[in-house]
């Protein structure tokens, strides 16, 4: 722990009291101008007490508050309550903050700037630019003056944060100077406000490029481009390292969600997928996808395991099609020429088995698809628009090729054989381990209401399957039929959500407490949830993830509150 964070952290009562001496009116009054407004989103930067994060959330400001002090954050939590979220995260890696998948109208970086090394300020300055919404404000506040205690702080200027903001094509609006709110002598303010005027629409070309305009002999471009934006959206947890601009992502991931999504179209419907029918497709192969033909899409699902030869053939099929990946559309996917791809492959070779389940470090072992940052966040942000032109190219695609067009396939035939879940195959699974409660004798009850289910019940998706197609075990949770017709496609609000945490978890622990249950259970989290380690093994965290992720939904699709 560095002497800095140690001296927050031993002082925190300390500061709590210092910091709410003084109101967020007079602290902030120099930028008053730039003040959020009501339904703003606003990223508190090392949000201290939450004196700020508090009264931006009474102004009707939805507030995400991260600050790396734990007794700090722990005080803050207590202070604003539920009207703020509270993360365990700093600069420069802002790691927690990338994975809610959200931008932000207002940053506040305010008294942080100067415990930050100059080494590190380029990387963060980067990292703050690239969660702003469009039009969105960057607001940095630059101490000039000394600590007199162990606290640490490196020199500051606006001219660095002009060199900064110029590099990231951010606006200075206004620079602002003041004095000392604490009376300290030495001491002097500057606030610097900066703006992102551009649009972010720089990627979503990129993209629009390759679904219309890049040549296609087969569907192959469509389908790498459809399984990274499923990857990006429905699995938060699944980045292995975001650095130097770049995110990684499992190869085995890749691999497994491509098979997934030819299943229908291959197995079911056998639909033409290429324009050269005597090629055949690389990935298919009798000793890997063969023997898997008895098997859905839905059962290739994460936390299931194979043995045996389901295993051996599962394998063989995630490498076959990693061959077909890297040497077809990762290959001529560019922007340019050849060399100046948009994906990259890091190839590894896992230790044979005869069984395998499907979590991180199975789907890690194959090695990692690298994509830039940029193109991950568009994907994450604009899902919800890019996906359905791709399946409508694709559909375009397949309508265009010989023995398609000789059958008369229908158009919802094609739209069916490209859905990416089935809504019903695991809500039934959640519906058997209810009856085998209730025949238990064990009183199973709403996880919104308490109520007693002993009449009737319904399955609900806690994040609503129409705005995020998702089948884990922790979004299936028990409730009354009148709940859930109330509910329709709606998000739980924060304070429902956290007056159920008891019943949720309760039924999460009560529901899956065998050791396999639990590790498909935790499985799941780990990679569908933000911010949730692969060994995570604590119901409550996932909780605090699902909450997160219900944050991330509400802002990237703008879904209504229940």
């Known amino acids: 722990m560095s002497s800095t964070l140690s001296f927050y952290e031993q002082n925190a009562n300390q500061l709590m009291e210092q910091y709410q001496s003084v109101a967020f009116e007079r602290v902030h009054q120099s930028w008053q101008s730039f003040w959020p407004l009501t339904g703003d989103k606003v990223l508190d930067v090392g949000a201290g007490s939450g004196r700020d994060a508090k009264w931006m959330a009474e102004q009707g400001c939805e507030v995400i508050a991260i600050e790396p002090c734990h007794s700090l954050r722990e005080l803050g939590n207590q202070f604003t309550g539920h009207s703020v979220t509270w993360l365990d995260d700093a600069l420069p890696e802002l790691t927690a903050t990338q994975n809610l998948g959200m931008r932000f109208d207002l940053i506040l970086v ?28 960057l607001v940095v506040s630059l101490r000039h003056g000394e600590f007199d205690d162990t606290r640490k702080s490196f020199p500051v200027s606006v001219e660095e944060l002009e060199r900064l903001a110029k590099n990231s094509a951010l606006l ?33 070309n990129k993209v629009r490029h390759i679904i219309v305009n890049d040549s296609k002999s087969a569907t192959y471009k469509l389908a790498l481009l459809r399984t990274i934006l499923r990857i990006a959206d429905a699995h938060s947890g699944a980045v292995v390292d ?15 969600y491509w098979i997934r999504q030819f299943k229908r179209l291959i197995d079911k419907e056998n639909l033409q997928q290429s324009s ?7 990935f298919v192969k009798p000793d890997g996808w063969g023997k898997l033909a008895h098997l859905s899409a839905d059962d290739l699902a994460i936390g299931a395991l194979f043995i045996d030869d389901e295993a051996k053939a599962l394998d063989k099929a995630i490498r076959d099609t990693i061959s077909t990946l890297k040497s077809g559309p990762v290959k001529f996917t560019y922007h340019g020429d050849i060399s100046n791809p948009y994906f990259h492959i890091h190839r590894k070779t896992p230790k044979k088995s005869d069984s395998c389940l499907i979590d991180s470090q199975f789907l ?21 628009w890019i996906e359905p032109l791709v399946v409508n190219q694709w559909i375009m695609e397949m309508q265009r090729f010989s023995r398609n067009q000789e059958r008369n396939i229908t158009l919802q035939t094609y739209h069916d054989s490209l859905v990416w879940l089935d809504k019903v195959h695991d809500t039934k699974d959640v519906r058997s381990r209810v009856d085998e409660l209730r025949v238990a004798d064990i009183d199973v009850r709403s996880v919104w209401s308490g109520s007693s289910l002993a009449k009737g019940y319904h399955v609900d998706h806690c994040l609503p399957f129409a705005h995020w197609p998702n089948n884990d075990r922790w ?29 949720i978890v309760s039924w999460w622990q009560t529901a899956w407490d065998s050791p396999n249950e639990q590790t498909r259970f935790f499985s799941e989290a780990s990679l569908s949830l933000p911010n949730i380690p692969p060994q995570c093994r604590d119901f409550e965290e996932v909780f605090d993830a699902m909450g997160l992720q219900i944050r991330g939904v509400k802002s990237r699709l703008l879904v209504n509150e229940w």
């Open 110 to 137: 305010s008294a942080v700037w100067m415990h930050l090394a100059p080494s590190h300020r380029e990387r963060a300055f980067r990292k703050l630019s690239n969660l702003l919404a469009p039009n969105g404000k």
């Open 242 to 256: 975001r650095s130097e601009g770049k995110v990684a992502i499992p190869l085995g991931l890749v691999a497994l």
């Open 364 to 384: 890690q072992s194959y090695g990692v698809l690298t994509l830039d940052e940029s193109l991950w966040d568009c994907f994450r942000l604009y899902h919800a």
């Open 276 to 282: 050269d029918v005597s090629k055949g497709l690389g």
């Open 172 to 204: 200075v609006r206004e620079i602002s100077d003041s004095d000392d709110q604490m009376r300290r002598q030495d001491v002097w303010w500057q606030t610097v406000v900066l703006t992102l005027p551009d649009d972010g629409s720089g990627d979503l």
């Open 475 to 503: 979004n299936l949770v028990p409730t009354t039929a009148k709940e859930n017709l109330d509910k329709k496609d709606r998000l739980p609000a924060k304070k429902r959500l956290s007056d159920s945490k008891h019943r």
